[in-house]
């Protein structure tokens, strides 16, 4: 059974930092991996989608990074701002025949102004 | 392009009523999910639809938890009677569906804002 795991669960920096969140997952026979940012009160919004295939993936001021055969993805924000503020969720595809996406606890991010 | 809309927003219910969803996906995706998030965790698959055909419902607690999507196109679901541990967002999401790039399987969900339910 796929598990994902980020941590930490959650971050201050002050603003204007770049900051790396971590998401580890235990089945490395994934399709693809996708970074999801949520405001309170809102749903998903998709920031990365890196196929299996592929090691990082960029946009803006993110890049995710992606070690399969480790378990482990990253995600940096370049000079980060106030409004990056949110939870950040990391989902990974896998189930041969049965495709699923298994999502992480999220890490809470702050940015200090 | 629109996205995907749900309704209501917010809802409180005592436990043992009955609460209803709405989820309208994006146009021409095929493939509805919705999803059970509780605070503070990720979200978690109730069920999976591909068309009007369910394709996953393995984590949907099917003795008080209904949902269907006739003629494919929006869906409901229903819980009947609420429990208090209900409480929890309830997010629907939409795609293409599973489609082949390089040799592998991908897909991309799209999000609506999602429904907060408070069981008191």
């Known amino acids: 059974k796929q598990e994902v795991t980020q941590i930490p669960a959650a971050l201050s920096v002050p603003e204007g930092e770049n900051l790396v969140l971590n998401c580890s997952f235990t089945?490395?026979?994934?399709?693809?991996l996708q970074w999801f940012r949520q405001d309170p009160g809102k749903g998903l919004t998709s920031l990365l989608l890196i196929q299996s295939s592929q090691r990082e993936q960029t946009s803006g001021r993110l890049n995710a990074s992606l070690d399969k055969s480790s378990g482990r993805s990253t995600l940096y924000i370049a000079a980060s701002q106030p409004g990056d503020s949110a939870t950040y969720l990391c989902a990974v595809l896998s189930g041969f025949g049965n495709e699923k996406l298994t999502f992480g606890t999220g890490t809470r991010l702050t940015i200090i102004p | 392009e629109a996205g995907v809309a749900q309704s209501p927003r917010y809802k409180i219910i005592e436990k043992r009523q009955s609460v209803a969803f709405w989820c309208n996906p994006i146009s021409g995706h095929a493939t509805l999910y919705w999803y059970q998030q509780i605070l503070g965790q990720g979200p978690k698959l109730l069920i999976q639809?591909?068309?009007?055909?369910?394709?996953?419902d393995s984590q949907l607690p099917k003795d008080r938890f209904s949902a269907e999507r006739l003629k494919g196109v929006d869906s409901t679901l229903k819980i009947q009677p609420a429990k208090l541990e209900d409480s929890a967002v309830y997010l629907c999401a939409s795609s293409l569906g599973l489609w082949f790039t390089s040799g592998a399987p991908s897909y991309e969900q799209y999000f609506g804002p999602g429904t907060r339910l408070t069981v008191t």
């Open positions: 639809f591909q068309n009007n055909g369910v394709v996953d």
């Open positions: 089945d490395s026979a994934i399709y693809n």
